[in-house]
């Protein structure tokens, strides 16, 4: 996750304080059903590729440019595969830095560029067929039988049992 | 978490800085086909209910409080209908705070038939309205009525420039 200036301008002035902004993660699915993952540099962990969308940028733009800085894979957007926040999408960085991310999770296919480690952010790039799929995030393990399944709707979490009125 | 009590200690240390934030907006149509909107008590102004989205929400959750708190209607999210950012999305805050905004469009239907009404300080007045009797609004509202309107079960996007979403 290399840190747009927005960002270090932010961290500046509230240091490892609770950020909480947009982001972008990538399915990258390629012609033989393989899903792109890297492995992150900072905690060693088999990942999505993505990262914070920068004020300016479309999220599906932004998904395009993480992708490419993690993986070298030059991708295009296909659908959004979901939107989520929940605090399953809270985290502190190995830097300590707190971050509260809404994630816009696109699928993509593959257009471009050979996946290898891009920059200092990966240890490891490759394809992974589904049922052999490393450790991940259970999240990110749920996008992917998601994405695997074709809908063409976005997806979202929707936790309201009852009016929230019904408290007035 | 509240947004407020999250901005209002950002707020403390970054000043009027730019802020780029989730926000959510609903196009809620009833059984008639009419539209719900809210004449903003800021700048008198019709418009789409939209708001700020808590951190640990989910933008589902966000945009069901958001109509409640704003027309006491509650409403039931059935699809995100489009992904919005840009010039028209940023904001300049009357005390000089500024937000540039993701906005999550959510498609959404009234769980009653029960009229809304005002419910917060942030409206004058919120109704119904017909789609050939719009009051007057601003393109931005308007485009994503038209999105939502299209029927369509993806998600809208920009990629590189170009409208976007499912047909990739």
């Known amino acids: 996750m290399s840190m747009s200036e927005y960002i270090r301008r932010l961290r500046l002035k509230i240091g490892h304080e609770l950020l909480f902004m947009p982001g972008a993660t990538g399915i990258v699915i390629d012609e033989a059903g ?95 067929l589904p049922d052999a799929l490393p450790e991940l995030l259970p999240r990110h393990r749920s996008y992917i039988e998601l994405a695997l399944r074709g809908d063409v709707r976005a997806d979202f979490r929707f936790t309201f049992p009852s009016p929230q009125g019904a408290k007035e | ?53 808590d951190p640990g929400e989910e933008p589902a959750d966000a945009i069901v409080r958001e109509v409640w708190e704003e027309t006491a209607l509650h409403v039931v999210p059935e699809r995100i209908t489009g992904l919005y950012t840009g010039e028209d999305f940023l904001v300049r805050y009357a005390n000089g705070d500024v937000v540039l905004y993701l906005d999550i469009t959510f498609a959404c239907r009234p769980v009653n038939g029960e009229p809304p009404r005002v419910n917060d300080d942030e409206s004058i007045d919120v109704r119904y309205f017909p789609l050939d009797g719009l009051p007057s609004m601003k393109q931005f509202h308007l485009t994503r009525l038209a999105d939502a309107l299209r029927n369509e079960p993806h998600a809208r996007f920009k990629f590189d420039g170009q409208e976007g979403g499912g047909g990739h």
């Open chain 2, 1 to 53: 978490m509240p947004i407020s009590a999250y901005l209002r200690n950002l707020r403390a240390k970054v000043g009027h800085d730019l802020l780029f934030m989730p926000g959510v907006t609903a196009v809620v149509l009833n059984e008639a086909g009419q539209v719900l909107l809210q004449q903003r008590s800021d700048n008198g102004e019709w418009s789409l209910v939209s708001g700020v989205m």
């Open chain 1, 34 to 128: 393989q899903v792109l993952l890297h492995r992150r540099s900072d905690n060693g962990q088999w990942w999505l590729p993505g990262g914070a969308i920068d004020p300016g940028e479309e999220p599906a733009d932004a998904v395009v440019r993480e992708v490419w800085e993690e993986t070298g894979v030059r991708v295009v957007p296909e659908r959004v595969l979901g939107v989520y926040g929940g605090l399953d999408h809270f985290g502190r960085y190995p830097n300590g830095d707190e971050i509260g991310m809404v994630s816009v999770v696109f699928v993509c296919r593959p257009v471009g560029g050979e996946p290898a480690v891009n920059d200092e952010e990966s240890l490891e790039v490759r394809y992974f």
